[in-house]
Each structure stands twice: as structure tokens, then as C-alpha cells.
């Protein structure tokens, strides 16, 4: 008697499944306040969620803390990370072959202050400031030059934390992610938060990153039609918080 054996696709645990594949394309997603959550309610979960549905897939993910990400994409555990970086901050892996999507948003690096303190940020002297960055920016060069590199510099292990130092008083200024410290002030009803919108520390546009395979490049080729749509019909900027829309650092996105 001959066994009819069917396959069976799981999607388990932590990972997506990219169902038109004959083997899933596995993702991980960086866990970020605002943006990329747990309940599925960040600004990007959402996008993936518009990008799936154009581009006719199923993608279900859950995140998880950076360094676990990285570690997962950096010994291809996982095929594609949620979401990779333009300059490689999200996906510093020291495998180079790697596909990258059209960009579905942006952060950008800047100083903050409350508007009360606002002179901090054109101050040319921070000898005696206390000045906050989340660890893994510090990677960043200009926070090792002036007028950074004679404050005192407090590490915070995440964007929550960082902010919580601004707010209780902890730091007179601290450097993070845009829009990611402004989304934090407004959950807080915080006083009114200043950064210095004429100097951008960093710009890192948000991409899909995947080790270049035939099915990851098949993908991305099928999401860039649906990112590339939503860009021209103006869906991605409308799915960006209220409040981003002004600055034009963060659109349009240049092709990865």
C-alpha cells in the first residue's frame, strides 16, 4: 500500500512564512516603542501588514530585542531581517551578500532637549552637560567629537530608558532616534520636547534585508512593486506618524 504523503508548511515561533516559496523565508523582527511591537500596532508593523496584502502574501513575525536579531541574521538563522538599514546599522552582519528592499521609512539621528533647555542645542561647550544615547549608538563618529566628546556620557539600553533619563532630570540632553523620542514625549504628556532640526547626526533609511538566495531575491523583487505603489500614491507617508511629515529628511526615500 503505497502512503500518500502531503507537505506541510509551519509557520513556528518566531518567524514568517513567505508562502509562495516551497521553503519559508524566515524574518525576525527588531523590537522598537512605537515602531515595530510586540501587538502588531507599531507604524511599520503596519506598513509590512499594507505591503503584504498588495504584494497577495502572508507575513506573520514576532519581534524580538536588537542583539537577539542580530545575532539570528548574523549566523542565518533567519533569511531576512524586520527592518535592515541602508548603512548597514540594523544588519551590521559580516555577511556582504546581501539583497535589500526599496526603503519603507526613516530615522534620523538628532539632539534633544526640553524647550526650556533649548539653548543646549547650538551650545559649542558640554564640559558640564550630561548628555543620554541609547548603547548602540555610540557607534555613531559624532558622538566622539565636539561638542560631544567632553560631556558626560550616560548609556541608556533603550529609547524608553533614554527618554526616562530626559524626563526625571538624569540628563540635560540626550541623542536618539526621530520620530522615536517624539512618539515617547507624546505617550508620556510630556513638557514640550526641541531637537535640532537643521543638523542631522545620522540619516538611516529603513529597508527588508535578506541573504541574497533566489527565493529572497524573488521576494524582494515582489515587495518593491508594492513599496514602490505606495510611495507614489502617497499610502507610505500617510502611514508614518502625524508629525514626521515636515521634514523632508525623511522622504522621498533614495533607492537602495
Given at each position: 500500500m503505497k502512503r500518500a504523503v502531503y507537505p506541510l508548511i509551519l509557520a513556528i515561533g518566531l518567524f514568517t512564512s513567505y508562502c509562495q516559496a516551497e521553503?519559508?523565508?524566515k524574518f525576525a523582527g527588531v523590537l522598537a516603542e512605537k515602531i515595530?511591537?510586540?501587538?502588531k500596532q507599531g507604524y511599520l508593523d503596519k506598513i509590512y501588514q499594507e505591503i503584504a496584502r498588495r504584494s497577495n502574501l502572508t507575513i506573520n513575525y514576532d519581534v524580538m530585542p536588537m542583539a537577539r536579531t542580530m545575532s539570528l541574521f548574523d549566523?542565518?538563522?533567519?533569511d531576512c531581517l524586520l527592518?535592515?538599514?541602508s548603512n548597514r546599522y540594523f544588519d551590521?552582519?559580516?555577511q556582504h551578500d546581501i539583497v535589500r528592499s526599496q526603503a519603507i521609512s526613516a530615522l534620523l539621528l538628532f539632539k534633544f532637549t526640553f524647550e526650556r533647555n533649548q539653548a543646549l542645542l547650538a551650545a559649542q561647550d558640554l564640559a558640564d552637560v550630561n548628555i543620554g544615547y541609547v548603547?548602540?549608538?555610540?557607534?555613531?563618529?559624532?558622538?566622539n567629537m565636539p561638542p560631544f566628546d567632553n560631556a558626560t556620557h550616560i548609556v541608556a539600553s533603550h529609547h524608553r530608558h533614554l527618554f526616562d533619563m530626559l524626563?526625571?532630570?538624569r540628563t540635560e540632553l540626550i541623542v536618539g532616534w526621530y520620530p522615536v523620542v517624539n512618539m515617547l514625549a507624546t505617550a508620556r504628556n510630556s513638557e514640550r520636547v526641541s531637537f535640532d532640526a537643521e543638523h542631522v547626526l545620522s540619516t538611516d533609511y529603513l529597508v527588508v534585508s535578506c541573504h541574497r538566495s533566489d527565493k529572497t531575491e524573488a521576494f524582494i523583487e515582489t515587495i518593491n512593486k508594492a513599496i514602490n505603489s505606495m510611495w507614489q500614491d502617497g499610502t507610505m507617508i500617510a502611514m508614518h506618524p502625524n508629525g514626521t511629515h515636515h521634514l523632508k529628511a525623511l522622504f522621498p526615500?533614495?533607492?537602495?
Open positions: 521553503t519559508p523565508i515595530q511591537q510586540h501587538d549566523h542565518k538563522k533567519i527592518p535592515g538599514s551590521r552582519t559580516k548603547r548602540n549608538i555610540k557607534m555613531f563618529n559624532a558622538l524626563h526625571f532630570g526615500p533614495p533607492a537602495m
